[in-house]
């Protein structure tokens, strides 16, 4: 990006510490993305930010349902196969998915459905193959961004990838907390842990699983649980050690891309550590607090850093819900088929007219 624009992002994040944490890493005229973005640039325009930084999640599936998911895409009612993979090679693969060969094919279910929407979007997209889906769907809403929400917000999308490089530079750091608390500490780690099963067992259960522990393992195009295991990361399927719970075989299986943290971590040094508030999913609003209770107990367990547990427990604005919260018929990708972006200016108008309407309960 241009270094104005990295100084300008730099900046709003300072004036207004809060980040969009969802949906998931789609295609912009995917309406589940669009309307997020929508919302989220009501209120950076009423706090008058030029600047946009969204964490997109990519550990999630190619296809979430039938038709359904960063896999797919509807152009005029029908569902197209933004990569023109089997199913086979959609069915429990990730957008992380690789290394293999990815490109743009966009190959419709129907037969005769190619038309101007199809064509249009195949000359947008970029040409080129790539490593993963993830590559290609960042790559392509960097191009999609202007066609849909004009010059007047400058757009960084972070995805997993982006994350895994985040927590390798926390650990390259010898005096971090990351490393000196969550790796280096023999009870934090494993108190977390605890306190997950903890919930899981009670009336939150549902709610924050522990799917993994800390890290998601990759292997030939899948991604697998993992659990900690005297000091290992090991395997569930297999029981085979992954890694040792330590800074230089976990960069380095970062750095390959052989694990990619998991939610909580990525909440830990995104949101938890730093102080900004995440905007998130529908479902966000209850695990995300209870991430936090997590932390903090842990660290009450382990006798570690009042401070910041006090930070924890009197914050009680921690996030908000701020996807899913829009939903209309209109289709976003006749913005561009149409080549006006005052589309999408209407469409913030509108809805920011209904919010200014809205009552509010004293």
């Not at 899981?200 to 924050?208: K, L, N, Q, R």
């Not at 900690?228 to 230089?248: C, I, Q, S, W, Y």
């Not at 009450?300 to 829009?326: F, K, N, Q, Y």
Request: with cysteine; net charge negative; charged share 20%.
């Amino acid at each position: 990006m241009p270094i104005n624009a990295v100084s300008q992002i730099c900046n709003d994040l300072e004036q207004r510490r809060v980040l969009q944490t969802g949906p998931h890493l789609f295609l912009l005229m995917e309406p589940e993305a669009y309307y997020t973005h929508i919302f989220s640039l009501l209120g950076l325009s009423a706090h008058g930010c030029s600047t946009y930084l969204s964490y997109a999640v990519s550990t999630v599936s190619l296809v979430e349902k039938p038709h359904k998911g960063p896999g797919w895409i509807t152009l005029d009612g029908k569902p197209v196969n933004v990569f023109g993979l089997s199913r086979s090679r959609m069915i429990g693969y990730s957008l992380l998915t690789g290394p293999e060969s990815y490109r743009f094919e966009l190959v419709p279910t129907e037969p005769n459905a190619e038309g101007d929407a199809l064509a249009l979007l195949r000359s947008l997209l970029p040409k080129t193959q790539f490593e993963r889906p993830a590559h290609a769907i960042k790559a392509a809403n960097r191009i999609l961004w202007p066609k849909l929400f004009g010059e007047s917000f400058a757009f960084l999308q972070i995805d997993d990838e982006d994350v895994a490089d985040l927590v390798a530079d926390h650990l390259s750091d010898q005096d971090s907390w990351l490393r000196t608390r969550l790796l280096e500490s023999p009870k934090l780690a494993l108190n977390i842990l605890d306190e997950i099963d903890r919930l899981a067992a009670g009336p939150w259960g549902g709610w924050f699983a522990r799917g993994t522990d800390f890290f998601w393992y990759y292997e030939n195009g899948k991604r697998l649980p993992l659990r900690m295991v005297g000091g290992e990361l090991v395997n569930l399927a297999t029981g085979t050690k992954v890694a040792r719970f330590a800074a230089p075989d976990i960069i380095e299986r970062l750095a390959n891309r052989s694990l990619i943290p998991n939610l909580l971590l990525m909440f830990l040094v995104l949101s938890i550590l730093p102080g900004v508030r995440a905007l998130g999913g529908s479902h966000q609003p209850v695990y995300y607090p209870l991430m936090r209770y997590v932390i903090c107990r842990a660290l009450e367990t382990a006798d570690m850093d009042a401070d910041l547990r006090r930070a924890l427990a009197s914050d009680d604005v921690p996030g908000a819900w701020g996807h899913r919260v829009i939903e209309c018929d209109e289709d976003p990708f006749e913005s561009i088929r149409k080549g006006s972006i005052g589309t999408t200016s209407e469409v913030i108008d509108r809805f920011g007219d209904c919010l200014s309407l809205m009552p509010v309960e004293v």
